[in-house]
C-alpha cells in the first residue's frame, strides 16, 4: 500500500506542476503575441481608440497618496473622452515591485508602476518596459527642465529608462530651539562627524539621576543613510562604476570611510550622546519631534511632518548632509522613486496613454503641486520658479538647504548611486552591519565584512537569474 | 462536566442491549458501508486541504530543487544546494532562535494565566470583570498588538519608559539590544495569547467541582501543593489545549517579529518562520527555492512537535 | 463553605489588579489614544486623561482615502463568515467520521487532518501564491479566502466534542433507526452546540486576523485590503500620527473587543464543551 500511496503522490504532483508550468508558460506567450513589444509608439496611437483606461499602481499613501489622487482627477478631467488613469494604491514599495513581478507572470501588468530606486536595476532587466527615453527620442520632447541630478539615478548610459517622480534627498535637521539653548549657533549646523560630536556633547542633557532627557544626535540605522554618505564622499557603493558600467558583483561595503562612520556611532552611543535606535525611520522621527534628540538624519520628504508635530513645541532648522571627512567632495544621491511605463503586453494606445500620464506628472506645474503639498524634491526646475512653490518655501526656509545642496552635488557615477539587482538586499545587509556594530558591539570592520561577504551569495545568485 | 443535556435521546435503557441476531449476519456490508460513508464525509475536509495543503508540500519539494528568474519562476535543477545553503552556523541560529522563541512563549503564556485564573475560581466580588478584563488582549491581531506596543515601546515617547524612570530604573533598549529585542518580541506573544490561554483555563477550572478547589485551597501551605496534584490533572485537557495552541503561534509567529524588528537587530530576533518570508517575499526577494526548502524543515520541525505533543502529552491528559 | 480568610482574599485581589493594570496598559492606550491629539500623546507620559478629547483622529483614520477602511471592514467580514462557515461543514462531517464511523483509515485519516495542522501556511505559501494566482482570481475576493476552507485545526476541536457524545447513546439512536445524517444534524450538533460555537468564533477570528496572506496574493488588487493589511498600510503612513494609527486600530479592534466583552459567556461555553473537556 506504501508504494500504491507514493505513486499516486508523485503523480499527482507531477501533473499539478505542468499545470502550473503550463499556466506560466501560456501568459508569457500571450504577452509576445500580443502587440506589446517595447518600442515606443507616436502621439496618433491614441487617434480613434475612444477613451483609453490604464492602470498606475503606487505605493503614495497618506497624503502624498491623497495628492497623487488630486493630480490623477486633474489629468482625468484634461483628458476625459482619450485617457482614463485608473489609481491603484499597493502599500509599500515593496509590496508594489511584489504584486508587479507577479503581474508580469499572470498577464495582469498596469500600464504605469511607481518603482523605489533601488528597484531600478531589477525594472530594467525585466524588459518589460518602453524606457522613457524611447518616447523622448519619438516626440523630441525637451529634457532639460529636469533636473540632472535627479535624472542620473535613471539614466544609464545616457539613457533615460524611467521618469523621476517622487524624490527626496536627505538632510541634517536640527532642533533649533536646543541649539540656541546650548548656545550653539543653528544657523551654522555640524557638517562632519567631528562637528556633530562636539555640538552633541553640548546639547545632550540630563536629569538631576543622571538620565539622559535630550540626546545630542540620533538616526534610524537606515541602509539608505550609509549610501548616502558614501555618496557624499564622492565614493562608488558598489563595483563596475557603481554598476553603471557593467554588472555589479560587490557592494563596497567594508571601506575605511564606513568603518570610520560606524566606530564614530558606536562611540555617541557609548559617551551617551546618541540613543541606540534601530532601522525603523519612524521611531526616529518620534525621538526628534518629541525632544529626545536634538540632531536626526531625514530625508526633505519629512520636513512638513516635522513642522506640523513640533508646532508649539521647538522650532526646526536644517543643514546638509554631514560628510565623514571634512575634505569629502561629494554630495547626497537623489533617491525616491520613478514612474515605468510599461510595454510588455500592452497595445500601442495603453503605451501612448501611459506617456502622456507620465509626462503630465513630471511636468512644472504637476511637479509644483507636488512639491507643495508633499514636501517632495520638484524634479522639475520651471516647479521651483513658479509663484505657489516660492511661496512654499519662503515659509519653510528649511528647505532652502536642499535646493543649495542639490546645486552643490556634482553629477558623478558615485553621486548618481549604485545600480544593482540585488540593491534591496544590499540595503538591508549594510542595516545588518550597522546594527551589529552600533548595537550589538562587534568591531565595525568585521561587521562590514561580514556583510559584504554575505552580499556576493544574494548578488551572484541575482545574475545568474538574468540570465534565467 | 458532561456534554449538555443529553435527555433529548430519551433513549430508554432496554434499546442499549446487545443487538438482536440478525445483526451479526449483516455486519459485514454495513461495516463497508460505514467505511464508505466515513470517507465521504470526510473528502470535503480532505480535498480542502489536500490541494492547498498537502499538494502545496509536494510543490514546496520541487521548488526546492530550483533556481528561478528574476520574476520568481523556477527554472533550472540546481539539486540540493538550497539544503546545502542551510547547513550553515547563520541557520543554525535561525533553528535556535525559534526554539527560544518558542519555548519562551509557551511557558509564561501558559502559566502567566494560569496564575490569574487560578485565584479567579474563588467567589469573591468582581472575578467576572477580571476575567473580561484580562481576556481583552484576545481581541488583538498581530498586527494591531505589534503596532501598539511599538508605540508603548517607542524610545521617544515610550509611557513604559517613563514608568521606569520614576521608579529609578534604566530603559532598556527594547527592540535594538539583541537580548531586549527578543525579549520584547516574546512578551508581547504572551500578551497576545493570555487572553486566549486565560479564557481556556478559566473555563476548565468552572468545570472543576467546587469541593474540590476549596480542599485545594484551605490553607496556604498545602494549598499550591494540592493546587498541583489535584485540580491541574482535573483540567489537564484545558492545559494541554492551551500548550498545543500556543506553540503553534509561536512556532507560525511572523508578524510580531516582522513588524516590530524586521528580525533584528542583526539578526537577533530571526526566527524560521521569518526567514521563510524573507528569502521569498521581503525586500524584493523571490528566493522561492530558498524558501521552500526551509519551509520543508520548518514542515520537519512542527510534525516532531506534534508526535511529542500527542504521543507523549497527550496520554497524560485525563479526559472524562 | 469555606470562605477564603480575609489575607488571601486581600492578596488576591492585590495580584490581579497589579496584573490588570500591566496587562491592560495598551488597550487603554489604544482606546484612548485616538481620543487625544496627537501632541498630548507624544508627551511623555501621555496625557492619557488631560480632558482634551477629539474626535478628529478617528475621523483622520475612517476618511484617509489611501486606505479606505470601509472595504477593508467588508472583507475582514466576508473573510471571516465564510472561512467559518466553511470550516463549520468540512469539520463537523470529518469529525463525525472520525468518532463514529468505523473504517480502516480513520487512524491515518486523523493523523493527516493533525499533521496539517503543523503545517503553517507560511511554508506553502509559495506554491500556494503561485497555484491561486494561475487560477486567474487575483481580483476576486475568493482568493482571500481560498486555501483556508478547510481546517485540521477545526476538525480536531470537533473530534475532542463529539468523543464526549456517550458512544451507548449514539448507538441506541442507531438502532432506534436514525441515519447518520439525521443522527448529526438533530441530536449531535444540537447536543454539541458551545463547541460549535467555539469553532464558529475560532474559525471566524483566524479569518479575521489573517495578515500575512491578504497582505501578499491580494498585493494585485487593491481593494482586497482587509483591515489588518490596513493597519500595517496605516503604520507605513507617512507622516502619520500614533494618534491616528491608535484611532485606526481601535476602529478595527471594535468588532473582536466587543465580542470578548459580550459574547465572552459562548467563547467560554463552546471552548469548555469543544476541544477543551
Same mark, same amino acid.
Given at each position: 500500500?506504501?508504494?500504491?500511496?507514493?505513486?499516486?503522490?508523485?503523480?499527482?504532483?507531477?501533473?499539478?506542476?505542468?499545470?502550473?508550468?503550463?499556466?506560466?508558460?501560456?501568459?508569457?506567450?500571450?504577452?509576445?503575441?500580443?502587440?506589446?513589444?517595447?518600442?515606443?509608439?507616436?502621439?496618433?496611437?491614441?487617434?480613434?481608440?475612444?477613451?483609453?483606461?490604464?492602470?498606475?499602481?503606487?505605493?503614495?499613501?497618506?497624503?502624498?497618496?491623497?495628492?497623487?489622487?488630486?493630480?490623477?482627477?486633474?489629468?482625468?478631467?484634461?483628458?476625459?473622452?482619450?485617457?482614463?488613469?485608473?489609481?491603484?494604491?499597493?502599500?509599500?514599495?515593496?509590496?508594489?515591485?511584489?504584486?508587479?513581478?507577479?503581474?508580469?507572470?499572470?498577464?495582469?501588468?498596469?500600464?504605469?508602476?511607481?518603482?523605489?530606486?533601488?528597484?531600478?536595476?531589477?525594472?530594467?532587466?525585466?524588459?518589460?518596459?518602453?524606457?522613457?527615453?524611447?518616447?523622448?527620442?519619438?516626440?523630441?520632447?525637451?529634457?532639460?527642465?529636469?533636473?540632472?541630478?535627479?535624472?542620473?539615478?535613471?539614466?544609464?548610459?545616457?539613457?533615460?529608462?524611467?521618469?523621476?517622480?517622487?524624490?527626496?534627498?536627505?538632510?541634517?535637521?536640527?532642533?533649533?530651539?536646543?541649539?540656541?539653548?546650548?548656545?550653539?549657533?543653528?544657523?551654522?549646523?555640524?557638517?562632519?562627524?567631528?562637528?556633530?560630536?562636539?555640538?552633541?556633547?553640548?546639547?545632550?542633557?540630563?536629569?538631576?539621576?543622571?538620565?539622559?532627557?535630550?540626546?545630542?544626535?540620533?538616526?534610524?540605522?537606515?541602509?539608505?543613510?550609509?549610501?548616502?554618505?558614501?555618496?557624499?564622499?564622492?565614493?562608488?557603493?558598489?563595483?563596475?562604476?557603481?554598476?553603471?558600467?557593467?554588472?555589479?558583483?560587490?557592494?563596497?561595503?567594508?571601506?575605511?570611510? +564606513?568603518?570610520?562612520?560606524?566606530?564614530?556611532?558606536?562611540?555617541?552611543?557609548?559617551?551617551?550622546?546618541?540613543?541606540?535606535?534601530?532601522?525603523?525611520?519612524?521611531?526616529?522621527?518620534?525621538?526628534?519631534?518629541?525632544?529626545?534628540?536634538?540632531?536626526?538624519?531625514?530625508?526633505?520628504?519629512?520636513?512638513?511632518?516635522?513642522?506640523?508635530?513640533?508646532?508649539?513645541?521647538?522650532?526646526?532648522?536644517?543643514?546638509?548632509?554631514?560628510?565623514?571627512?571634512?575634505?569629502?567632495?561629494?554630495?547626497?544621491?537623489?533617491?525616491?522613486?520613478?514612474?515605468?511605463?510599461?510595454?510588455?503586453?500592452?497595445?500601442?494606445?495603453?503605451?501612448?496613454?501611459?506617456?502622456?500620464?507620465?509626462?503630465?506628472?513630471?511636468?512644472?506645474?504637476?511637479?509644483?503641486?507636488?512639491?507643495?503639498?508633499?514636501?517632495?524634491?520638484?524634479?522639475?526646475?520651471?516647479?521651483?520658479?513658479?509663484?505657489?512653490?516660492?511661496?512654499?518655501?519662503?515659509?519653510?526656509?528649511?528647505?532652502?538647504?536642499?535646493?543649495?545642496?542639490?546645486?552643490?552635488?556634482?553629477?558623478?557615477?558615485?553621486?548618481?548611486?549604485?545600480?544593482?539587482?540585488?540593491?534591496?538586499?544590499?540595503?538591508?545587509?549594510?542595516?545588518?552591519?550597522?546594527?551589529?556594530?552600533?548595537?550589538?558591539?562587534?568591531?565595525?570592520?568585521?561587521?562590514?565584512?561580514?556583510?559584504?561577504?554575505?552580499?556576493?551569495?544574494?548578488?551572484?545568485?541575482?545574475?545568474?537569474?538574468?540570465?534565467? | 462536566?458532561?456534554?449538555?443535556?443529553?435527555?433529548?435521546?430519551?433513549?430508554?435503557?432496554?434499546?442499549?442491549?446487545?443487538?438482536?441476531?440478525?445483526?451479526?449476519?449483516?455486519?459485514?456490508?454495513?461495516?463497508?458501508?460505514?467505511?464508505?460513508?466515513?470517507?465521504?464525509?470526510?473528502?470535503?475536509?480532505?480535498?480542502?486541504?489536500?490541494?492547498?495543503?498537502?499538494?502545496?508540500?509536494?510543490?514546496?519539494?520541487?521548488?526546492?530543487?530550483?533556481?528561478?528568474?528574476?520574476?520568481?519562476?523556477?527554472?533550472?535543477?540546481?539539486?540540493?544546494?538550497?539544503?546545502?545553503?542551510?547547513?550553515?552556523?547563520?541557520?543554525?541560529?535561525?533553528?535556535?532562535?525559534?526554539?527560544?522563541?518558542?519555548?519562551?512563549?509557551?511557558?509564561?503564556?501558559?502559566?502567566?494565566?494560569?496564575?490569574?485564573?487560578?485565584?479567579?475560581?474563588?467567589?469573591?466580588?468582581?472575578?467576572?470583570?477580571?476575567?473580561?478584563?484580562?481576556?481583552?488582549?484576545?481581541?488583538?491581531?498581530?498586527?494591531?498588538?505589534?503596532?501598539?506596543?511599538?508605540?508603548?515601546?517607542?524610545?521617544?515617547?515610550?509611557?513604559?519608559?517613563?514608568?521606569?524612570?520614576?521608579?529609578?530604573?534604566?530603559?532598556?533598549?527594547?527592540?535594538?539590544?539583541?537580548?531586549?529585542?527578543?525579549?520584547?518580541?516574546?512578551? %508581547?506573544?504572551?500578551?497576545?495569547?493570555?487572553?486566549?490561554?486565560?479564557?481556556?483555563?478559566?473555563?476548565?477550572?468552572?468545570?472543576? #467541582?467546587?469541593?474540590?478547589?476549596?480542599?485545594?485551597?484551605?490553607?496556604?501551605?498545602?494549598?499550591?501543593?494540592?493546587?498541583?496534584?489535584?485540580?491541574?490533572?482535573?483540567?489537564?485537557?484545558?492545559?494541554?489545549?492551551?500548550?498545543?495552541?500556543?506553540?503553534?503561534?509561536?512556532?507560525?509567529?511572523?508578524?510580531?517579529?516582522?513588524?516590530?524588528?524586521?528580525?533584528?537587530?542583526?539578526?537577533?530576533?530571526?526566527?524560521?518562520?521569518?526567514?521563510?518570508?524573507?528569502?521569498?517575499?521581503?525586500?524584493?526577494?523571490?528566493?522561492?527555492?530558498?524558501?521552500?526548502?526551509?519551509?520543508?524543515?520548518?514542515?520537519?520541525?512542527?510534525?516532531?512537535?506534534?508526535?511529542?505533543?500527542?504521543?507523549?502529552?497527550?496520554?497524560?491528559?485525563?479526559?472524562? | 463553605?469555606?470562605?477564603?480568610?480575609?489575607?488571601?482574599?486581600?492578596?488576591?485581589?492585590?495580584?490581579?489588579?497589579?496584573?490588570? %493594570?500591566?496587562?491592560?496598559?495598551?488597550?487603554?492606550?489604544?482606546?484612548?489614544?485616538?481620543?487625544?491629539?496627537?501632541?498630548?500623546?507624544? +508627551?511623555?507620559?501621555?496625557?492619557?486623561?488631560?480632558? +482634551?478629547?477629539?474626535?478628529?483622529?478617528?475621523?483622520?483614520?475612517?476618511?484617509?482615502?489611501?486606505?479606505?477602511?470601509?472595504?477593508?471592514?467588508?472583507?475582514?467580514?466576508?473573510?471571516?463568515?465564510?472561512?467559518?462557515?466553511?470550516?463549520?461543514?468540512?469539520?463537523?462531517?470529518?469529525?463525525?467520521?472520525?468518532?463514529?464511523?468505523?473504517?480502516?483509515?480513520?487512524?491515518?485519516?486523523?493523523?493527516?487532518?493533525?499533521?496539517?495542522?503543523?503545517?503553517?501556511?507560511?511554508?506553502?505559501?509559495?506554491?500556494?501564491?503561485?497555484?491561486?494566482?494561475?487560477?486567474?482570481?487575483?481580483?476576486?475576493?475568493?482568493?482571500?479566502?481560498?486555501?483556508?476552507?478547510?481546517?485540521?485545526?477545526?476538525?480536531?476541536?470537533?473530534?475532542?466534542?463529539?468523543?464526549?457524545?456517550?458512544?451507548?447513546?449514539?448507538?441506541?439512536?442507531?438502532? #432506534?433507526?436514525?441515519?447518520?445524517?439525521?443522527?448529526?444534524?438533530?441530536?449531535?450538533?444540537?447536543?454539541?452546540?458551545?463547541?460549535?460555537?467555539?469553532?464558529?468564533?475560532?474559525?471566524?477570528?483566524?479569518?479575521?486576523?489573517?495578515?500575512?496572506?491578504?497582505?501578499?496574493?491580494?498585493?494585485?488588487?487593491?481593494?482586497?485590503?482587509?483591515?489588518?493589511?490596513?493597519?500595517?498600510?496605516?503604520?507605513?503612513?507617512?507622516?502619520?500620527?500614533?494618534?491616528?494609527?491608535?484611532?485606526?486600530?481601535?476602529?478595527?479592534?471594535?468588532?473582536?473587543?466587543?465580542?470578548?466583552?459580550?459574547?465572552?459567556?459562548?467563547?467560554?461555553?463552546?471552548?469548555?464543551?469543544?476541544?477543551?473537556?
Amino acid at each position: 500500500m506504501r508504494t500504491t500511496l507514493r505513486r499516486v503522490a508523485v503523480g499527482l504532483s507531477l501533473a499539478a506542476l505542468t499545470a502550473t508550468a503550463a499556466a506560466c508558460g501560456s501568459a508569457t506567450a500571450n504577452d509576445d503575441a500580443a502587440a506589446g513589444g517595447t518600442e515606443a509608439p507616436a502621439a496618433s496611437a491614441l487617434d480613434g481608440k475612444g477613451e483609453v483606461s490604464i492602470d498606475f499602481w503606487h505605493a503614495m499613501s497618506g497624503k502624498n497618496g491623497a495628492a497623487l489622487q488630486q493630480l490623477t482627477d486633474q489629468f482625468n478631467a484634461k483628458n476625459k473622452g482619450r485617457v482614463k488613469v485608473n489609481l491603484q494604491f499597493k502599500n509599500t514599495y515593496d509590496d508594489t515591485l511584489s504584486a508587479y513581478k507577479a503581474a508580469l507572470n499572470s498577464g495582469q501588468a498596469p500600464d504605469v508602476v511607481q518603482v523605489y530606486d533601488i528597484g531600478t536595476r531589477f525594472m530594467i532587466d525585466s524588459k518589460s518596459t518602453v524606457p522613457i527615453q524611447s518616447f523622448v527620442d519619438v516626440d523630441k520632447t525637451d529634457t532639460s527642465d529636469i533636473q540632472p541630478n535627479i535624472a542620473g539615478y535613471y539614466s544609464v548610459d545616457g539613457k533615460l529608462y524611467s521618469m523621476p517622480f517622487n524624490t527626496s534627498m536627505p538632510l541634517l535637521y536640527l532642533n533649533k530651539t536646543a541649539f540656541t539653548k546650548a548656545g550653539l549657533d543653528p544657523a551654522n549646523p555640524p557638517k562632519t562627524l567631528d562637528e556633530i560630536t562636539e555640538a552633541a556633547r553640548k546639547l545632550t542633557v540630563k536629569d538631576a539621576g543622571g538620565r539622559v532627557t535630550q540626546y545630542g544626535f540620533g538616526a534610524a540605522l537606515y541602509g539608505w543613510f550609509l549610501e548616502q554618505w558614501t555618496a557624499a564622499g564622492n565614493q562608488e557603493y558598489c563595483d563596475q562604476g557603481n554598476g553603471r558600467d557593467g554588472r555589479g558583483t560587490t557592494v563596497k561595503l567594508a571601506t575605511d570611510d +564606513h568603518v570610520k562612520l560606524l566606530a564614530w556611532w558606536k562611540k555617541m552611543v557609548d559617551e551617551g550622546l546618541a540613543p541606540k535606535l534601530d532601522s525603523n525611520t519612524t521611531t526616529a522621527d518620534n525621538a526628534f519631534t518629541a525632544g529626545t534628540v536634538a540632531m536626526t538624519l531625514e530625508s526633505t520628504g519629512s520636513l512638513g511632518g516635522f513642522l506640523t508635530s513640533t508646532q508649539g513645541k521647538f522650532e526646526i532648522g536644517t543643514g546638509n548632509y554631514p560628510k565623514i571627512n571634512a575634505t569629502d567632495a561629494g554630495g547626497p544621491i537623489i533617491g525616491g522613486a520613478s514612474l515605468w511605463v510599461v510595454g510588455k503586453g500592452k497595445d500601442d494606445a495603453r503605451k501612448r496613454a501611459a506617456w502622456e500620464f507620465v509626462k503630465f506628472l513630471a511636468d512644472k506645474d504637476s511637479q509644483a503641486t507636488w512639491h507643495t503639498s508633499t514636501g517632495y524634491f520638484p524634479i522639475s526646475k520651471g516647479a521651483l520658479e513658479t509663484e505657489v512653490d516660492k511661496q512654499w518655501v519662503a515659509q519653510r526656509p528649511q528647505f532652502q538647504t536642499a535646493i543649495t545642496q542639490l546645486q552643490n552635488t556634482p553629477l558623478s557615477k558615485a553621486t548618481q548611486g549604485c545600480l544593482l539587482g540585488a540593491m534591496p538586499q544590499a540595503r538591508k545587509a549594510a542595516e545588518q552591519a550597522m546594527q551589529a556594530a552600533v548595537l550589538s558591539g562587534t568591531d565595525p570592520r568585521a561587521a562590514l565584512q561580514q556583510q559584504e561577504q554575505a552580499m556576493t551569495g544574494p548578488i551572484k545568485e541575482y545574475n545568474q537569474s538574468v540570465a534565467g | 462536566m458532561t456534554a449538555p443535556t443529553l435527555t433529548a435521546t430519551g433513549a430508554p435503557a432496554g434499546h442499549v442491549d446487545r443487538p438482536p441476531e440478525g445483526a451479526r449476519r449483516t455486519a459485514r456490508p454495513a461495516r463497508a458501508r460505514e467505511a464508505l460513508l466515513g470517507l465521504l464525509f470526510t473528502l470535503p475536509g480532505l480535498a480542502g486541504l489536500g490541494v492547498f495543503v498537502v499538494f502545496p508540500l509536494f510543490q514546496a519539494v520541487y521548488l526546492s530543487t530550483r533556481g528561478n528568474d528574476i520574476l520568481g519562476n523556477p527554472t533550472r535543477s540546481v539539486g540540493l544546494r538550497h539544503f546545502h545553503e542551510l547547513l550553515t552556523p547563520a541557520f543554525g541560529t535561525v533553528l535556535w532562535q525559534t526554539l527560544v522563541f518558542t519555548v519562551l512563549v509557551v511557558v509564561p503564556g501558559v502559566l502567566l494565566p494560569l496564575s490569574l485564573a487560578a485565584p479567579m475560581t474563588q467567589r469573591l466580588p468582581g472575578m467576572r470583570i477580571f476575567r473580561t478584563a484580562f481576556a481583552l488582549p484576545f481581541a488583538y491581531s498581530v498586527s494591531a498588538a505589534s503596532v501598539v506596543w511599538l508605540i508603548m515601546l517607542n524610545p521617544g515617547v515610550s509611557p513604559v519608559n517613563w514608568v521606569l524612570g520614576l521608579l529609578g530604573l534604566p530603559a532598556p533598549n527594547w527592540t535594538t539590544e539583541p537580548g531586549w529585542a527578543m525579549a520584547t518580541v516574546v512578551g %508581547v506573544t504572551v500578551w497576545m495569547v493570555s487572553g486566549f490561554n486565560l479564557l481556556v483555563l478559566a473555563a476548565g477550572l468552572a468545570g472543576v #467541582d467546587e469541593e474540590v478547589l476549596e480542599a485545594a485551597r484551605i490553607d496556604g501551605a498545602t494549598g499550591p501543593r494540592q493546587f498541583v496534584s489535584i485540580v491541574l490533572p482535573l483540567i489537564s485537557p484545558s492545559l494541554f489545549f492551551a500548550v498545543v495552541t500556543t506553540t503553534l503561534t509561536a512556532l507560525q509567529a511572523l508578524g510580531q517579529v516582522q513588524i516590530m524588528t524586521d528580525g533584528g537587530p542583526n539578526g537577533h530576533t530571526r526566527t524560521l518562520v521569518y526567514s521563510i518570508f524573507d528569502n521569498a517575499f521581503h525586500n524584493n526577494n523571490s528566493n522561492f527555492g530558498l524558501a521552500s526548502a526551509q519551509g520543508l524543515v520548518l514542515l520537519v520541525v512542527g510534525v516532531l512537535i506534534a508526535v511529542v505533543q500527542f504521543g507523549v502529552l497527550e496520554r497524560r491528559v485525563h479526559y472524562r | 463553605m469555606n470562605r477564603p480568610g480575609p489575607l488571601p482574599t486581600v492578596l488576591t485581589y492585590l495580584w490581579l489588579a497589579v496584573a490588570a %493594570v500591566v496587562l491592560l496598559f495598551p488597550v487603554l492606550l489604544t482606546v484612548l489614544g485616538g481620543f487625544l491629539p496627537s501632541n498630548a500623546l507624544l +508627551h511623555q507620559p501621555p496625557q492619557l486623561l488631560d480632558g +482634551h478629547w477629539t474626535l478628529e483622529n478617528y475621523r483622520a483614520a475612517w476618511r484617509q482615502p489611501v486606505v479606505p477602511l470601509a472595504p477593508a471592514f467588508v472583507n475582514s467580514l466576508f473573510v471571516g463568515v465564510s472561512i467559518m462557515l466553511a470550516h463549520l461543514v468540512t469539520s463537523c462531517l470529518a469529525a463525525y467520521a472520525l468518532v463514529f464511523l468505523r473504517s480502516p483509515l480513520r487512524r491515518p485519516i486523523f493523523w493527516l487532518f493533525l499533521a496539517t495542522i503543523m503545517v503553517p501556511y507560511e511554508s506553502i505559501v509559495v506554491p500556494n501564491a503561485l497555484f491561486v494566482r494561475s487560477l486567474g482570481i487575483n481580483d476576486n475576493r475568493l482568493s482571500l479566502v481560498l486555501p483556508f476552507l478547510a481546517s485540521g485545526f477545526g476538525v480536531f476541536m470537533l473530534r475532542q466534542a463529539f468523543r464526549q457524545f456517550p458512544r451507548e447513546l449514539r448507538e441506541a439512536a442507531v438502532i #432506534d433507526g436514525c441515519g447518520h445524517l439525521r443522527f448529526l444534524l438533530t441530536i449531535l450538533l444540537p447536543a454539541t452546540r458551545p463547541a460549535l460555537i467555539g469553532i464558529a468564533v475560532w474559525s471566524f477570528l483566524q479569518g479575521w486576523n489573517m495578515y500575512f496572506w491578504p497582505l501578499i496574493i491580494s498585493s494585485s488588487n487593491n481593494s482586497l485590503n482587509t483591515l489588518q493589511t490596513a493597519v500595517f498600510a496605516l503604520k507605513d503612513n507617512e507622516g502619520g500620527s500614533p494618534a491616528v494609527l491608535l484611532a485606526g486600530i481601535t476602529i478595527t479592534l471594535l468588532p473582536t473587543l466587543l465580542l470578548v466583552v459580550f459574547g465572552q459567556r459562548w467563547l467560554v461555553r463552546g471552548f469548555t464543551a469543544g476541544a477543551v473537556k
